[in-house]
């Protein structure tokens, strides 16, 4: 009875050790969720919320019945759709990238590609954008270069024009994470048996067949659970990069969900249209994640999360 | 000679035929190819920074420095703000990283202990928070009602207890013997006794790990400070960096009027917009530079034992 009552007693006393942590997570990721409230009401910092403000749907309606917003709000989704869709559509890079680079024999070229390739993931958006202000400026090395050739005559504006927008940030996060991403792939073709490779290699097949039949079908599972994050994370691209890249002549087509939700706030002052939209975007996040992982569980009978 | 051997001499010869030759030389070409476009770019600006400002400024210099001076760097320390901001950045990498990866220590050790009182709702409770966002306002505004906009601190507290980080955690101590902390206790030796005596000696690899994914997100951490301070004395180095690179044109008349004997100033060395620009780039992406490759396999073992987890 008494060891019982002990063993209860550190049960609880160890619960206390943790109890401060689990308030500070309350805290910082349980207690904004209470923001969401701002959504119906119609709230003008720096005035206090108060209860007469309260206008229910207001701002719900509001985000798709003014024709100019609605064209915004439609512009933003077709922005956010792209940029997501050009990461999944392209998501098999870091995969190729790894299949080829482990058939690179030669070990101080291979760990040297690794190392330089993986730097750029470990710098800030603002440090990239500062990189590609250096060369894409109309005196950097882009615009020096194509004059030196005779190809242009004036600089181009690289980073001012709207065209292409898409790709651009679609290129400057590949140039950013490819290298990085590929890791996990070189972790998981180390993991594959080498019998494999020698039987296949035994009865005459060539490099690429070993690639096509053995070490692109024994990455497939990882590469699949990385496409269901991505599309669980298909709304959220994250604001910085965009942030730190957006001017005033290409912030119609770079402008993604999360960027349009900070500049509406910080920009415009709109503080509940933000909430409400914020909130929108969280409950649909919730919901492709829920699908994605259904989908996870289907295919390859175990969840991810 | 066994009929094996002959096989495998045969299937090598094969493997050497003209279309894998091709394919090994393309792919050393492309690889070098995207090696050199990864790093390019920093010895581009590098170069700038060491060459004439008269030159990098035309944005002449390609390939290798010309009219090389230092000049650039010492002009640097003497930009307002820059080394307060500096200041600011080598703290919350510091602090923000001891903080982080002491209690992430702890807690991951502590949800491997199944006497606790409902450990599995506890750390459900603390996992699901990787998978939903209040979003920037309601974070902001509870950020303000807790006083920890223009604070310090706002930039520590809030990643302090890090989800990922604990999984890792608890991943590494879930693979230590168990024995060690059943002998441990028969001797009598408490929770916390058992954490720091017989735990954090043996999870130093992960330790160091989190601590140099820490260090970066710090150091790289550019939202907070836009979202959280307008107190100049709070901003970082990204932050400043963020600012030089759109009013830089206002910025070097700074750096010119501080020098007294301006006039005398070789224009060579005078301050431009872009030699400001760039120099002060390289001073924020230099820890980055330095301490990556030494530290590489730190960071592959994080994502590995992350990718075993998820």
């Known amino acids: 009875m008494k060891s019982i009552s002990r063993r209860k007693m550190q049960s609880y006393r160890e619960f206390l050790y943790i109890l401060p942590f689990i308030a500070m997570v309350a805290v910082f990721s349980y207690y904004p969720l209470y ?3 701002y959504s119906f009401f119609d709230f003008r910092p720096p005035k206090a919320l108060d209860l007469s403000s309260f206008v229910g749907l207001k701002w719900f309606v509001y985000l798709v019945n003014n024709p100019v917003r609605q064209k915004q709000v439609f512009q933003v989704l077709i922005n956010t759709f792209a940029m997501s869709g050009l990461n999944i559509l392209f998501s098999w890079l870091p995969m190729i990238f790894a299949v080829f680079l482990n058939e690179i024999k030669c070990m101080p070229f291979r760990k040297i590609v690794q190392t330089v390739t993986t730097i750029p993931n470990f710098i800030s958006w603002v440090l990239v954008y500062s ?37 651009k940030m679609w290129a400057w996060g590949t140039w950013k994470n490819l290298g990085w991403a590929a890791i996990m792939y070189m972790a998981a073709i180390s993991g594959i048996d080498e019998e494999l490779n020698e039987a296949a290699r ?32 298909f709304l959220s691209n994250g604001m910085e990069q965009y942030y730190v890249f957006q001017n005033s002549f290409n912030k119609n087509t770079i402008q993604v969900l999360d960027l349009y939700v900070y500049n509406l706030a910080m920009g415009s002052g709109s503080y509940s249209v933000s909430t409400a939209l914020s909130m929108l975007k969280s409950l649909i996040s919730i919901a492709l994640l829920c699908a994605a992982n259904g989908l996870s569980k289907l295919v390859r009978g175990d969840s991810f999360i | 000679m066994s009929l094996l051997a002959k096989r495998k001499k045969r299937a090598l010869g094969r493997n050497r035929s003209f279309s894998d030759r091709l394919i090994s030389v393309l792919t050393y070409v492309l690889y070098a190819l995207f090696a050199l476009i990864c790093i390019y770019p920093f010895y581009y600006i590098f170069i700038n920074t060491i060459s004439s400002n008269l030159l990098s400024k035309r944005g002449v210099i390609l390939f290798w420095p010309r009219e090389i001076h230092f000049q650039n760097y010492l002009d640097a320390i003497k930009i307002n703000g820059l080394m307060d901001a500096a200041k600011v950045s080598v703290a919350r990498t510091v602090i923000g990283t001891l903080l982080t990866v002491i209690f992430s220590a702890f807690l991951g050790f502590m949800f491997t202990r199944d006497t606790m009182w409902k450990r599995k709702f506890w750390y459900r409770f603390v996992m699901i928070t990787m998978y939903f966002n209040a979003g920037v306002i309601p974070w902001y505004l509870t950020m303000r009602n807790l006083g920890l906009t223009n604070n310090f ?21 879930e693979s230590t013997p168990k024995e060690l902390q059943q002998a441990a ?38 939202q907070d400070t836009l979202l959280l301070v307008t107190d100049n004395k709070l901003y970082t180095l990204q932050f400043t960096l963020y600012q030089y690179l759109n009013q830089a ?12 004997s301006a006039a005398s100033v070789a224009l060579a060395h005078a301050q431009t917009a872009t030699s400001i620009r760039m120099t002060v780039t ?29």
């Open chain 1, 131 to 167: 990189i590609s202000y250096s060369l894409f400026c109309s005196t950097g090395m882009a615009n020096t270069l194509l004059q030196q050739l005779g190809l242009v005559s004036a600089p181009v504006q690289f980073l001012q024009s709207a065209s292409h927008i898409w790709i």
């Open chain 2, 153 to 173: 601190w706002g930039y520590v507290l809030p990643t302090m207890v890090a989800p990922f980080y604990i999984i890792l955690m608890k991943t590494y101590v």
């Open chain 2, 282 to 310: 390289i001073i924020v992406v230099f820890p980055i530079l330095t301490i990556y490759p030494i530290f590489q396999r730190f960071f592959v073992k994080g994502i590995m034992i992350g990718a075993v987890k998820g």
């Open chain 2, 249 to 260: 044109s206002s910025l070097k008349s700074l750096v010119n009027a501080t020098n007294s």
């Open chain 1, 202 to 233: 035994v009865d005459g097949a060539t490099r690429m067949q070993i690639i096509w039949h053995i070490t692109i079908p024994s990455l497939l599972p990882t590469f699949f659970v990385l496409l269901m994050l991505s599309i669980a994370n």
């Open chain 1, 35 to 37: 923001g969401w409230f």
């Open chain 2, 185 to 222: 206790e028969i001797d009598g030796a408490g929770t916390l006794r058992i954490f720091f005596r017989i735990i954090l000696p043996i999870i130093k690899p992960i330790l160091a790990t989190i601590a140099i994914f820490t260090a970066v997100t710090q150091w790289n951490s550019f």
